[in-house]
């Protein structure tokens, strides 16, 4: 087993969100836009990282928050906001309405570019696809990642090698382990049936964490300096060891997993639950 580390490619706009926000960027530079519109949590990964890139990149940044704001901003939310980010709140049930929502907002803000919640798009699985242009891919037989939209599995997908298998675990609890928005996602935008999703590695569902996850992200830690985070990440390495102990692999197997960043995620947690 590698790990491809780009969580460790830019300080913020860690791992996967620099490559699903790449040809984001390029289009709305290209439409002439001044800047870009999205979507996010409270903790979310891909809000700091469009802070982040947005900067950069010399555009604008907007960002719409699911919920009331509840007492002081999150330490993800004033990272963002430090970052230059305008952030406005939609009650949760407004930010339900994915379409509605979109619409919305691209009405209010005509001069800014759309970016969808996790930089899920074409161009975001475009830009996902690069990522394995970073290992030499033909040394693996399995590629794991973490999925949350499933934009960098389709991505993966799509740049894996057809003898290949991608391996997803999904951040989410999902009401139909066989037909769910992430297959149907990674489906749809690669029509390639060489990949698996794993749904029973949620720990509760998205956000959501138990006692024996940290302590798994603890071991993990002290016995290979790997640092997790609690979303994604941790959730994916747990599912994979699980997978190995019950024998899931054949012999000779080699997997290239993708540790996909979010360890901005992990300050949600009271100081010292995480010895890293
Ligand atoms: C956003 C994120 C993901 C989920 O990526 P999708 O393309 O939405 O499936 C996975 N890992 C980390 C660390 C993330 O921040």
Aim: with cysteine; aromatic share 10%; hydrophobic share 40%.
């Amino acid at each position: 087993m590698d790990i491809l580390r780009i969580d460790a490619i830019h300080p913020v706009i860690s791992g996967n969100k620099w490559f699903k926000l790449k040809y984001h960027l390029e289009a709305a530079r290209a439409a002439g836009l001044q800047g870009v519109l999205t979507f996010g949590g409270a903790w979310s990964n891909h809000l700091v990282a469009t802070a982040a890139a947005a900067r950069e990149a010399g555009f604008s940044a907007t960002g719409i928050v699911r919920g009331e704001p509840a007492g002081p901003l999150t330490t993800t939310l004033l990272q963002a906001q430090e970052l230059g980010m305008q952030l406005e709140f939609v009650s949760r049930s407004q930010f339900a309405d994915e379409t509605q929502l979109y619409r919305q907002y691209q009405e209010r803000y005509p001069q800014l570019a759309l970016v969808p919640m996790g930089g899920q798009s074409p161009l975001g699985v475009q830009g996902a696809s690069e990522i394995l242009q970073l290992a030499p891919l033909e040394k693996y037989t399995h590629i794991a990642c973490a999925a949350g939209t499933g934009t960098m599995m389709a991505g993966l997908v799509s740049a894996s090698l057809p003898q290949q298998q991608v391996l997803g675990v999904s951040s989410l609890k999902l009401p139909d382990p066989e037909q769910n928005s992430i297959t149907r996602f990674v489906y749809d935008s690669t029509q390639r049936n060489n990949f698996t999703l794993f749904t029973q590695y949620h720990f509760g569902g998205f956000g959501k964490k138990t006692g024996p996850l940290l302590d798994f992200m603890n071991a993990l830690f002290q016995q290979s300096q790997l640092p997790t985070d609690l979303v994604y990440t941790a959730k994916l390495l747990y599912g994979l060891m699980d997978l190995l102990n019950k024998n899931y692999f054949s012999a000779n197997s080699r997997l290239l997993v993708i540790h996909s960043g979010g360890l901005q995620g992990n300050r949600s947690l009271p100081a010292g639950t995480l010895c890293f």
